[in-house]
């Protein structure tokens, strides 16, 4: 069994074909790998109840994505676009601040004043959270989410190759999204919608929520080939205390926490280190990590190379991880966030 790993160890080929451009007509009807156990089953989404029991507990991630992409241009008339990472003051009198990932030709001086497609403005403030910080720090001039409804566009991820569009707003979101502040899609929970959820709540399987306002750094590729020295992104997560007790809940009965998505387990396992209070997380999961909540995960197919990709292999092993993306190429699954799921149960630790 492989205990040490480098960055090439969760590389593989995948067809272009294979990355899923557009939703499935319907939310429930993508295909479903379920690799628990060290199977290899090849299964619908619709059979997600029949795979669950009753007392198991569902956590989902309720964030909302923002349509966070804003056009437009620099006084000398050059085109840019700035990509929303996080609303740092929504409010009039807290001056309308965001931080985000800023693309144009030549970077602006602080001070600089942006004419932006719609009307409205946003003025260079510098870099952030600090000096030399990833991300640039801007004063729109109103309030943010109420500018990013209206002019925004649909964050679409970078390996997806057509402009937004409607079908993009109605499917890129979940149906119980909530909480706005993402720009990615909790995308493991796409594939539900209120019958699939009815269907599970009628088989006395519980369900619970957290927040994680997903980053755009989930798609920040990991250049170093020593994977301890890649740093990864923050985002704020939150978990509320009903979820900590309806955990508690389903392990007294002997039910199992059933994580939609990586974010989710992301969330769950930063809560037991940090506790119920909300806060940033950048924990990082790869093989040798000791899960402290989560017992099943479902999720979509990851990029390769990814700190996702890690996770996973962290979660279920990394030689099952490997056979079941070898196996889901060759049967032809669709994969990333438009693409098809899969059903993962955690590995036992090893003996002592």
């Not at 964050?155 to 707003?169: A, F, N, R, V």
């Not at 923050?234 to 994580?259: L, M």
Request: glycine letters at 8%.
């Amino acid at each position: 069994m492989k205990t040490t790993f480098s960055l090439s160890d969760f590389d593989f080929t995948l067809p272009d074909e294979l990355i899923a451009q557009h939703p499935a007509a319907e939310r429930s009807a993508s295909r479903l790998l379920d690799g628990r156990g060290g199977a290899m089953t090849d299964r619908r989404f619709a059979d997600l109840p029949d795979l669950l029991l009753p007392g198991d507990l569902l956590v989902f991630n309720d964030t909302k994505v923002v349509k966070a992409r804003l056009f437009g241009h620099k006084a000398s008339g050059g085109r840019l676009e700035l990509l929303i990472e996080r609303v740092l003051s929504p409010h009039a009198d807290a001056g309308h601040e965001v931080a985000a990932h800023m693309k144009v030709s030549k970077k602006p001086l602080p001070g600089a004043v942006l004419r932006m497609d719609g009307g409205f403005t946003a003025t260079l403030l510098g870099r952030w959270p600090e000096a030399h910080g990833p991300l640039y720090r801007f004063r729109l001039s109103s309030d943010p989410y109420a500018l990013m409804a209206e002019f925004g566009h649909v964050p679409l991820p970078p390996y997806i190759t057509h402009t937004d569009s409607l079908e993009d707003e109605q499917r890129y979101q979940t149906v119980f999204a909530k909480n706005p502040g993402a720009v990615a899609a909790p995308t493991a929970a796409l594939h539900f919608n209120e019958a699939m959820l009815a269907r599970l709540e009628a088989r006395g399987i519980a369900r619970a929520s957290v927040t994680l306002h997903v980053g755009a750094g989930t798609f920040q590729p990991v250049k170093t080939e020593t994977i301890a020295e890649h740093h990864m992104h923050f985002e704020r997560f939150d978990v509320p205390q009903t979820t900590h007790e309806a955990i508690a809940a389903c392990k007294a009965r002997g039910g199992r926490v059933v994580a939609v998505g990586t974010t989710t387990v992301r969330a769950l396992e930063s809560a037991a280190q940090f506790g119920p209070a909300c806060c940033d997380t950048n924990i990082f999961i790869t093989p040798g990590y000791e899960f402290k909540v989560v017992d099943v995960l479902l999720t979509n197919f990851h990029l390769p190379k990814s700190t996702l990709m890690m996770l996973v292999s962290a979660f279920s092993g990394y030689e099952h991880i490997m056979a079941l993306y070898r196996h889901a190429i060759e049967a032809r699954y669709r994969f990333f966030s438009y693409g098809d799921a899969m059903l993962l149960a955690r590995q036992a630790p090893p003996a002592l």
